[in-house]
């Protein structure tokens, strides 16, 4: 319920005649009467939160923005609204690091936030917040096939094979291609692909510039791809497992291959100092943090088909999940700082594989 529009002055003068009674006549403020001390608070004024995210979890920030706005205005007696944008996670990044004004960003990878800070805009320790470093959602990058698998993609190395048509998204726009370049590159360089050997950073570059050799197109986002695949383009897409698992729920036929090696996904939130400051909305902001790892949120994005980071709920839906044989994270590459300048700085890994890709050499 929203505060009255003439509560403000009636408070005002109301503390002036309180004033003059005590000090100007030498009386004694009465006390409240009972029913004035057992009277409900009145409605703070409404507050409006602004949320920059990725655009795998849409769907899934559309049953959780609402359940937070009950969780925090029945309590309070306080209206909140929400302002949502959705792109892929680097051009967020980027949004927000160049004027876009939101309290929260909900990102693809630490990098992506990164961004946000070294722009001077998160001046906290955004890692240590809560008991996840500051992880809301996991998933892993898979392979996805047409219904009934005709291609009999198995693996990496079978979306090298001459003749395919490959989608994945651009690196430098999309979080979720950065996931999928890193599954690649990660499992070659454990050994766990057929072409490459193990801590050979060589016959890694060489397995991603063959597959990439067949992606003809790279859309912004992991969700762009994904809408392409559904339209029919595409033999196979490497995207999150669960951008599949959503668009079966939504009775799209195309299945998803788990590779023998694959990284697991884990996507940060935090507020944006800066503007939390300017807008006044640290307190809700700093709610809503918390309130994305309850059971209640956990739930709603398991929903959506992204993992659970608490451990009891990720234990309950076993069962929902296929579970790869090798199942790394990117601290098993040396964290991002070294995967970025391995793999995606001008130069490095990803651009070396273009350079395959293209007929180099």
């Given at each position: 319920?929203?505060?009255?529009?003439?509560?403000?002055?009636?408070?005002?003068?109301?503390?002036?005649?309180?004033?003059?009674?005590?000090?100007?006549?030498?009386?004694?403020?009465?006390?409240?009467?009972?029913?004035?001390?057992?009277?409900?608070?009145?409605?703070?004024?409404?507050?409006?939160?602004?949320?920059?995210?990725?655009?795998?979890?849409?769907?899934?920030?559309?049953?959780?923005?609402?359940?937070?706005?009950?969780?925090?205005?029945?309590?309070?007696?306080?209206?909140?609204?929400?302002?949502?944008?959705?792109?892929?996670?680097?051009?967020?990044?980027?949004a927000i690091a160049g004027g876009f004004e939101a309290d929260v960003a909900a990102l693809s990878l630490e990098p992506d936030?990164?961004?946000?800070?070294?722009?001077?805009?998160?001046?906290?320790?955004?890692?240590?917040?809560?008991?996840?470093?500051?992880?809301?959602?996991?998933?892993?990058?898979?392979?996805?096939?047409?219904?009934?698998?005709?291609?009999?993609?198995?693996?990496?190395?079978?979306?090298?094979?001459?003749?395919?048509?490959?989608?994945?998204?651009?690196?430098?726009?999309?979080?979720?291609?950065?996931?999928?370049?890193?599954?690649?590159?990660?499992?070659?360089?454990?050994?766990?692909?057929?072409?490459?050997?193990?801590?050979?950073?060589?016959?890694?570059?060489?397995?991603?510039?063959?597959?990439?050799?067949?992606?003809?197109?790279?859309?912004?986002?992991?969700?762009?791809?994904?809408?392409?695949?559904?339209?029919?383009?595409?033999?196979?897409?490497?995207?999150?497992?669960?951008?599949?698992?959503?668009?079966?729920?939504?009775?799209?036929?195309?299945?998803?291959?788990?590779?023998?090696?694959?990284?697991?996904?884990?996507?940060p939130v935090a507020l944006v100092d800066r503007y939390v400051d300017k807008h006044g909305t640290r307190e809700v902001a700093?709610?809503?943090?918390?309130?994305?790892?309850?059971?209640?949120?956990?739930?709603?994005?398991?929903?959506?088909?992204?993992?659970?980071?608490?451990?009891?709920?990720?234990?309950?839906?076993?069962?929902?999940?296929?579970?790869?044989?090798?199942?790394?994270?990117?601290?098993?590459?040396?964290?991002?700082?070294?995967?970025?300048?391995?793999?995606?700085?001008?130069?490095?890994?990803?651009?070396?594989?273009?350079?395959?890709?293209?007929?180099g050499t």
């Open positions: 319920m929203n505060a009255h529009p003439t509560l403000g002055r009636v408070a005002t003068a109301n503390g002036l005649l309180l004033c003059l009674a005590l000090l100007g006549c030498g009386g004694k403020a009465s006390s409240p009467s009972s029913q004035e001390q057992s009277a409900s608070p009145q409605a703070a004024g409404p507050i409006s939160l602004t949320l920059g995210g990725y655009t795998t979890p849409r769907e899934a920030y559309g049953a959780i923005l609402p359940a937070f706005q009950e969780h925090w205005a029945k309590p309070r007696k306080q209206e909140l609204s929400f302002k949502e944008s959705y792109l892929g996670s680097g051009a967020q990044a980027r936030l990164e961004v946000i800070r070294k722009a001077g805009l998160i001046s906290h320790d955004w890692k240590k917040v809560g008991s996840h470093a500051g992880v809301v959602t996991r998933s892993i990058v898979v392979i996805g096939v047409r219904e009934g698998n005709p291609k009999n993609i198995k693996d990496w190395d079978d979306l090298a094979r001459p003749g395919l048509n490959v989608l994945t998204p651009n690196v430098r726009t999309s979080g979720g291609a950065r996931w999928n370049i890193a599954a690649v590159w990660g499992a070659a360089l454990r050994g766990k692909t057929a072409s490459a050997k193990a801590n050979d950073p060589e016959s890694a570059t060489k397995l991603l510039g063959a597959i990439l050799r067949n992606v003809k197109n790279m859309d912004a986002g992991a969700r762009e791809s994904l809408l392409q695949f559904e339209r029919g383009v595409g033999d196979a897409i490497i995207t999150y497992e669960n951008e599949i698992l959503v668009g079966q729920q939504k009775g799209q036929k195309y299945e998803y291959v788990i590779p023998r090696s694959t990284i697991l996904i884990e996507n700093t709610a809503f943090l918390e309130f994305l790892t309850t059971p209640a949120a956990q739930r709603i994005y398991a929903q959506h088909g992204l993992r659970p980071v608490l451990g009891e709920l990720e234990r309950e839906l076993a069962d929902k999940y296929k579970q790869p044989e090798d199942l790394f994270t990117i601290r098993d590459l040396g964290d991002w700082a070294g995967t970025q300048s391995k793999v995606f700085d001008t130069g490095s890994a990803y651009d070396r594989a273009l350079g395959l890709a293209s007929g």
